[in-house]
């Protein structure tokens, strides 16, 4: 059982905060922040099932195709790590406007 202050705890709460960030950045459409945020090799997969490279996730963000209006938690953020790997899971509430699809609300898992 880990307590609060060591350092795996630490970890943890920094990735939740980076995509605390992220899902601000969203919203906002702050693509500076979004690249930053991003990897290189980054890949969406959306809910459909298609996927959008990092390039494409951008532009729609800065061009407006893609337009979060909300993209919140609505669970608590788990954080697994092992070793420089970690990853976050959590379901979240979405609004967004989309060109291709109009607008939707949906909810899902995120990892």
Known sequence: MRRTGEPEDSEAETLRSVERRRLKALVDADVQALDALHAPEFLLVHPTGGVWSKAHYLKGIRDGSINYHRFEPLSDMDVVLDGDL????????????ESASGDSSLTCWHL
């Open 86 to 97: 970690g990853i976050v899971r959590y379901r979240s509430a979405i609004d967004i406007g």
